[in-house]
């Protein structure tokens, strides 16, 4: 057992330099042009802001485009060399339209490998062992943050920011040499897209798109989905701004002690998903993880202690990690014989989004009019709404741990090649 842990599959490192290469970017960018090219916080806002949305726009066609493509491993491999030459020219040329087209293009690619990973994990390891794969995925990919974060603080404190954006490259290049070690006929590309083989060898084609739209199981999850990251994604940069202002001097080190104590806390979470998902099922784990957001947003209104408020962040790593590791898991779930696997993914992707970029602007408008606490306990609330709904509303997917084939709830819209509607089938 302990030898099988310790050997390292290509989808490991894919994960793990996949969380450098964008780890050694996005959240850096601000602080390289504000200090070393001082940009004015407008200026940086709206590059920010563009990016933002095309990253946003392009999720569920990027989603549909990966369904379609039997060339996965060379979708990560062109986004790793476009994430490259993108760092590069914010380097070299930090002029407005450089790093504007450059961040705009990074976003857009971005958006690529969240689905393509998990396509090529499904494809490699079909339902059987999904569970126990996605979580390590999870697991690897929470490591390469926590290492990111520390090397680009020791390259950034010891060289300057700009050198931390010559990681890309690097950890671009090891990640397409850890994606093509894959061979390309171990991916079953119907599989990856959830489309399972006794459909597709009686002619059955994926579902038309309406499946988005009449799969109520998803419907649900995915304004779930979309409360929570309204609740949660605005906590941290509160959190942030609070401590800024209690303890000028100390923001930047209580900021990274937040963020690595999370990710810290997420990657075991991640192991504990793959292990016991599939005994435990999909929504009890889901319910802790609505749970402890509410309850995230009322501890931070009991102290203002900088200790007491990184301890209440460890919660979200806990939240936060039970969300990432069993999204995937779930949809794969809901989309299986449906062919829309990955197409899923965008689409609760672009619905989460959307929530996220409303929290910070409501949660913003509440500090300004009521203050941190009164902001707190409003994205709370939201978030015990979603843990409500998720209870009342939103099935067990897990399918019985007698079969290796979990039952698709959105299979009642796959189209036969002849193109009449087929009825759904229990799988």
């Known amino acids: 057992m302990t030898s099988r842990i310790l050997r390292l599959h290509p989808l490991d490192l894919i994960n793990f330099f996949l969380a450098d290469v964008r780890g050694a970017f996005g959240p ?18 709206l ?6 949305l095309a990253g946003l726009v392009v999720q569920a066609p990027v989603g549909a485009f990966i369904d379609a493509t039997r060339h996965k491993r060379e979708v990560i491999v062109t986004a790793c060399l476009i994430l490259s030459v993108g760092a590069l020219a914010v380097v070299l040329r930090p002029s407005f339209t450089v790093v504007l087209t ?30 126990r794969r996605f979580g390590r995925n999870g697991a690897f990919d929470h490591a390469g943050n926590i290492a990111i974060s520390l ?11 700009s050198t931390v ?14 994606v093509l070690a894959i061979r390309a006929h171990q991916i079953d590309h119907n599989r990856a897209r959830g489309l399972d083989h006794a459909r597709h060898e009686r002619g059955k084609s994926p579902s038309t798109l309406g499946v988005l739209v009449t799969c109520r199981p998803l419907l649900i999850f995915a304004g779930c989905a979309a409360l929570f990251h309204f609740a949660n994604a605005a906590m941290l940069p509160l959190l942030g ?10 923001e930047t080190v209580l900021m990274s002690a937040c963020v690595i104590a999370a990710q810290l806390v997420m990657l075991p979470i991640a192991l504990i ?14 319910l802790a993880a609505f749970a402890i957001l509410p309850l995230r947003g009322v501890l931070y209104t009991l102290s203002d202690n900088p200790y007491w408020l990184v301890g209440v962040q460890l919660l979200d790593g806990v939240g936060a990690g039970l969300f990432g590791a069993l999204t995937p898991l779930l949809l794969a779930d809901l989309m299986k014989g449906t062919g829309r696997y990955n197409l899923s993914q965008g689409a609760v992707g672009t619905v989460q989004g959307v929530g996220a970029s409303l929290s910070n602007v409501v949660a913003g408008m509440v500090v300004t009019l009521a203050g941190y606490d009164v902001a707190y306990l409003v994205l709370a609330a939201t978030a015990f ?32 090649s002849n193109g009449m509607e087929a009825s759904r089938e229990s799988a």
């Open 273 to 286: 998903v793959g292990a016991r998902a599939d005994r435990w099922g999909r929504k009890p784990l889901f």
């Open 28 to 45: 850096y960018l601000g602080i390289f042009l504000l200090t070393e090219q001082q940009w004015s916080p407008a200026a940086i806002g």
């Open 241 to 250: 701004q609070q401590l800024a202002l209690a303890h000028p001097g100390n």
């Open 151 to 161: 090397l680009a603080a020791a390259i950034g404190w010891t060289l300057s920011q």
């Open 165 to 178: 954006f010559l990681l890309v490259p690097v950890f671009a290049a090891l990640t397409s040499c850890a």
């Open 102 to 131: 450059a961040n705009t293009l990074m976003a857009v690619v971005g958006a690529v490998f969240g689905p393509a990973v998990a396509a090529i994990t499904l494809g490699l390891y079909g339902h059987g062992d999904l569970a």
């Open 47 to 52: 590059v920010m802001t563009v990016g933002g």
């Open 385 to 416: 709404v979603a843990f409500a709904v998720f209870l009342l509303a939103m099935p067990e997917t897990r399918g019985p741990l007698t079969s290796t084939e979990p039952a698709g709830f959105c299979q009642g819209a796959v189209v036969s």
